[in-house]
């Protein structure tokens, strides 16, 4: 939030403006080849994709009756998209670099690209992961958010501190509303686990043979 007014002091050349326009340069041609191919899957993915996915799973788990788990999703997205990204972007309006090789809308800072690749890489982790296996998950994570930032850059779309601050804040707003709903999603895990228990034991007292 900080960069945000650091940003918004000075939209045209802020502090680390020198920073941006190297990254830049080093981001520049030929745009073709397998680089132009991972760049494009990668913004399609942060375009349809990446809200049909939370769709996807929204619809999983109120199937499943998980209303905690989907509580805790919208939440995340609604107040991490809409709010976070898209309050940024309207506070602060920074210029996108010039010929963007994609569509973009307003506003460079932050990249809502990156905000939803470190977003998505939280909700996964909370929901579908398990626990366990928690820290293989964050790294992989972390490889395809970092994935997500190079292709913004090397698609002319952001300046490299606009994705850095996207990818904390979607990353920061998943973690926070993990915190909030911590309590719930845990006593839902419990009646989850207990419904399950409960389930297997139905399902052995009807086959087991009766004995007398």
Same mark, same amino acid.
């Given at each position: 939030?900080?960069?945000a007014?650091?940003?918004r002091?000075?939209?045209?050349?802020?502090p680390f403006q020198?920073l941006d326009?190297?990254?830049l340069g080093?981001?520049?041609?030929?745009?073709?080849g397998?680089?132009m191919a991972v760049?494009?899957?990668?913004? $399609?993915?942060?375009?349809?994709v990446?809200a049909?996915l939370?769709?996807?799973? @929204?619809v999983l788990?109120?199937?499943r009756?998980r209303?905690?788990s989907?509580?805790?999703?919208?939440?995340?997205?609604?107040?991490?998209?809409?709010?976070?990204i898209q309050?940024?972007?309207h506070l602060v309006?920074r210029?996108?670099?010039?010929?963007?090789l994609?569509?973009?809308?307003?506003?460079?800072f932050?990249?809502g690209?990156a905000?939803?690749a470190?977003?998505?890489?939280?909700?996964?982790?909370v929901?579908?992961?398990?626990a366990a296996?928690?820290?293989a998950w964050?790294y992989?994570g972390?490889a395809?958010?970092?994935a997500?930032? $190079?292709s913004r850059t $090397?698609?002319?779309?952001?300046?490299?501190?606009?994705?850095v601050?996207?990818?904390a804040?979607?990353?920061?707003?998943?973690?926070l509303?993990? $915190?909030?709903?911590?309590p719930? @999603?845990a006593?839902?895990?419990?009646?989850?686990h207990?419904r399950?228990?409960?389930?297997?034991?139905?399902d052995?007292?009807a086959?087991?043979?009766?004995?007398?």
């Open positions: 939030m900080a960069t007014f650091v940003v002091a000075d939209i045209t050349y802020p020198g326009d190297r990254w080093w981001m520049g041609g030929p745009h073709d397998p680089y760049a494009t899957v990668l913004n $399609w993915f942060g375009g349809p990446g049909a939370p769709l996807a799973l @929204l788990l109120l199937v009756r209303l905690a989907a509580g805790f999703l919208l939440a995340a997205y609604l107040g991490g998209n809409m709010l976070v309050g940024l972007k309006d210029p996108r670099p010039a010929d963007p994609v569509r973009v809308d307003h506003g460079s932050p990249s690209h905000a939803t470190a977003l998505l890489v939280v909700v996964v982790g929901l579908l992961v398990p296996r928690r820290r964050w992989a972390a395809f958010t970092l997500m930032m $190079w $090397w698609l002319h779309a952001h300046w490299l501190t606009d994705t601050a996207g990818a804040a979607g990353a920061g707003a998943g973690l509303v993990w $915190w909030l709903f911590q719930a @999603l006593r839902e895990g419990v009646r989850s207990d399950r228990g409960a389930a297997a034991g139905a052995t007292d086959v087991t043979p009766a004995t007398g």
